[in-house]
């Protein structure tokens, strides 16, 4: 599936990095949060870590 989204142009990068960490939170139970804008279970709303912002600086650049 993910080979054919390619072929048709789909934006894919950083799939497999974000595949990945979603399975190191199910397999710890959602107890640590990794990546850069956890969720907020009770609210649904996500809160950009610190590392979120030191990334998002030279992107924009």
């Known amino acids: 599936m993910t080979q054919k989204s390619i072929a048709y142009g789909a934006p894919l990068k950083g799939y497999t990095f974000w ?3 979603g399975k190191f939170e199910r397999v710890l139970g959602c107890e640590k949060c990794f990546g850069f804008a956890p969720v907020n279970f009770e609210t649904l ?3 950009p870590k610190a590392s ?3 990334l998002a600086t030279p ?3």
């Open 19 to 21: 595949v990945l960490l």
């Open 52 to 54: 979120y912002h030191a």
């Open 59 to 61: 992107l924009k650049a």
């Open 45 to 47: 709303e996500r809160a």
